[in-house]
């Protein structure tokens, strides 16, 4: 069997002509051992149970959108008869349950294959910082492979499965895409349920989904997207079919005063290029003064959601501190002093820097920005474990905090072959219509997938937006 | 002159057979020499200068909703000129500037009459916690005035003013309306702009408003509503025209086994009679099961929400702890030992029983409760300041914490003569519903205004609901 690329389309077209999705577990295995990377996957089921699980499929049936679809879950988030150790031996544990979206996703007929690898409680964008060694970026291992879902990233930047979850709160789900050349769907807030999530920051933390193709990732992401009144912070969020996008999009980049690509030159001709096709498409692209969002983002880390991730691991600090990592301890150390004041002080900032950023967006109907503003290398990291790490989250701290989603795309390569990525923001509830968007950013140029040489294939064109189609806002 | 009666139709009638506003001022200041109770205003205006201000409005312009209406504001409230006091001396400042509500009523032709008393920092429902010596219930000298905006409904309650702000977090705009046979109208959170206002718990309170009256009050809502972009928890607000209710609503009241009148059988027989009205009027009435929604009043000051309360008096307590009454200081000092981890988890345990209620409340229009479950003496509080205050806020505390407006109504007087009073209750934006509602309610039975012999009068029909009315949902 010659290798299949690793995208929805293209294994349901070889389920179609006869193969079974035993032989598609086949492949995942061997491509994991050709890759050699001990750093992706944590925990696995053996290929001959993976394989098991595959053929009790039974026979293709195309109407169950990801029927034989392997897929990974960053090992923050349950797998029934798996441990969880969020990256952290001492912390781990074992369900016998799913979590709500993974058995979402095996109930559309998708095959667990493994959990992968993160930054140690999904703090952290870099993927370094875990104790079970980092994967290797799939691009160049000499570049930090992006976390804090790295495993997840890495697994489909390979071409190894289609499909991974990760999670995001600062940016977990769209720097390692942008660093593996993949795409990043980052849902609104509560459209995919927590339920059986290790959280980092649980009121501003989801789920995300990693995938080759953009129309991949948001079909994966409308599987997983169903209403759990078991998670409190869920909201019912549409997620409509896909349709074209509304002709003349008004969309904000960050202005001359305000864009950072921290000496990065050439990321800044590809972010240039990436607005270039936007314009070329027919979108109005208007500058934007970043400053108010890049003090949102200061909240994150320096205002008091630090705690969220503090009351995840208090007990843990309190009995056995070695067990952590001691980047992480100092990061998420700080919550101990900060009071119940300080936090709605925060609380109250943020809701001001929320209103100052509001006129800055009310016109706009989305935003784009280089996902991540310069590369840094895993040499970068030893020396330095904070400023590479706060600096990659340069344009996505912000976005949780403000109850906006986003979906990290591949852009064409940059001059010196690095991935090209921007990411596309809008207010809550705009899933689709950044998914929608996203497809004509990614079918730009001459592509390919990750790190594969499977050429992008753009497939069929969406159909125009139904007439009936009303325009969704969710306030929050 | 004879005396007007208290209600914005009387004023304006006569405004429209010549009275002046200057002759309505002289009747407010003689109303109060009258009352003869130095607890209800911390501040005026002289006599003079109030009668200057009127004068100053010209010709009587019907156009202006509140043209020639006399209002005392709560003195957590700024008004320009004024001290605002917050009812501790120490804290007492005084701006150029009107609070963005006191600046909106003074726009529609309002003469600002007075400051008034309050449970120190809006901490209590019983009006008595101030340095000032408490005001006396209209109604009845020995029972507690109610609070935190104890001057403000019992200055309405006397008939000296047809309207007072107050505020309300746990229940200060309804539970002294009900205990002075006032409206309160709580509006949803965020409908009125805080600027200006010294905050209780700034992410969970509202300006609230007293009057005669629920069509006054409705009145003076409108008007005070606008959305102000300065105040980070401003939410633009629908304050439509009344219109009738829609016939046949679904009301939710506390079941038997969750109704707590803490003996007070009176005030059983009373909301019982309220609610035979409700079905009279064709309302559909279900028994609900109140134990989730007392589970979610208990975090308003067991939980976290305590510390909010620290953040305005933390300056103070440190450097001059003394100048707080020490009841004040015992239940904001119990921030001190709240990390901002335990807040966090607090904001979790909040989303938690919110969900849990939420299928309680799904299928309800409104819920109709007990404003009180009964009376308390100022003896009382004098054994025991607490545990009183504490019942008083039963159908009260949950309120804000679940995002819904409210609106105390007057109902006939109970059996022993004490006012009757219920609150209405709905989701948040439901305002204008609930006005609609409470008008039918009140209008039943022969009811005096307040603490006065002023006899009630219903007013005409509301119009039907425009065709083109859409349910308008705001969600949090």
């Known amino acids: 069997m010659s290798e299949i690329p690793m995208t929805i389309p293209d294994l349901h077209a070889a389920y179609a002509r006869g193969v079974t999705p035993g032989e598609v577990i086949r492949q995942v295995y061997a491509r994991l051992a050709q890759v ?64 709500f979206v993974v058995a979402r996703l095996r109930a559309a007929g998708a ?17 370094v910082r875990t104790p079970y060694g980092a994967p290797r970026n799939a691009i160049d291992p000499l570049i930090v492979p992006g ?70 990732a948001y079909a994966a992401y409308r599987v997983c997207s169903a209403f759990d009144p078991a998670d409190a912070f869920a909201r019912d969020i549409p997620a409509p079919d896909l349709a074209a996008p509304a002709p003349a999009p008004v969309i904000g980049i960050p202005g001359a005063g305000s864009i950072r690509f921290f000496g990065d030159d050439v ?20 500058e934007v003064d970043f ?80 996902t991540i503003p310069r590369f840094y290398s895993v040499a970068d990291l030893e020396a330095d474990p904070i400023t590479p790490n706060s600096n990659l989250g340069t344009y996505t701290n912000f976005v949780n905090l403000l109850d906006m989603c986003a979906l990290a795309v591949p852009t064409p390569a940059r001059g010196d072959g690095r991935p090209g990525s921007v990411t596309l923001l809008a207010r809550a509830g705009q899933d689709a219509a950044l998914a929608a968007l996203a497809l004509t950013l990614e079918a730009a140029g001459d592509r390919r997938l990750g790190a594969t040489g499977w050429p992008h294939d753009a497939g069929p064109p969406l159909p125009p937006a139904p007439a009936d189609r009303l325009t969704l806002a969710v306030c929050g």
Chains 1, 2 share one sequence.
């Open 36 to 99: 050699d990377d001990p750093g992706i996957f944590l925990s696995m089921p053996t290929e001959d149970a993976a394989r098991a699980e595959a053929e009790a499929l039974g026979p293709f049936d195309p109407a169950r959108p990801l029927w034989g679809i392997p897929f990974a879950v960053k090992d923050n988030i349950d797998v029934a008869g798996h441990p969880t150790t969020a990256a952290c031996p001492a912390f781990a544990y074992t369900l016998t349950e799913d979590a």
């Open 111 to 127: 095959i667990f294959v493994g959990k992968t690898n993160l930054d140690q409680f999904a703090t952290g964008l870099v993927g």
């Open 147 to 216: 976390g804090s879902s790295a495993g997840s990233a890495v697994a489909v930047g390979h071409g190894i499965v289609p499909l991974a979850l990760g999670t995001d709160t600062a940016g977990s789900g769209r720097v390692p895409a942008a660093l593996n050349n993949i795409v990043g769907l980052k849902p609104t807030l509560g459209a995919l349920s927590a339920t059986g999530v290790v959280p980092a920051c649980r009121s501003i933390e989801t789920i995300s989904v990693f995938a080759m193709t953009v129309r991949d």
């Open 267 to 286: 990321q800044a001709e590809a972010f240039a290029a990436a607005v270039d096709l936007l314009r070329g498409q027919g979108a109005v692209v208007r």
């Open 291 to 370: 400053t108010p969002l890049y003090a949102v983002a200061d909240m994150l880390y320096d205002g008091a959601w630090v705690a969220e991730r503090y009351t995840v691991i208090e007990d843990l600090l309190k009995t056995d501190p070695e067990a952590i990592l001691p980047v992480t301890r100092q990061i998420i150390g700080k919550a101990e002093s900060l009071s119940a004041a300080d936090a709605f002080r925060g609380i109250y900032r943020l809701k001001e820097l929320a209103r100052a950023a509001a006129p800055l967006l009310a016109d706009l109907d989305m935003l784009c920005v280089p």
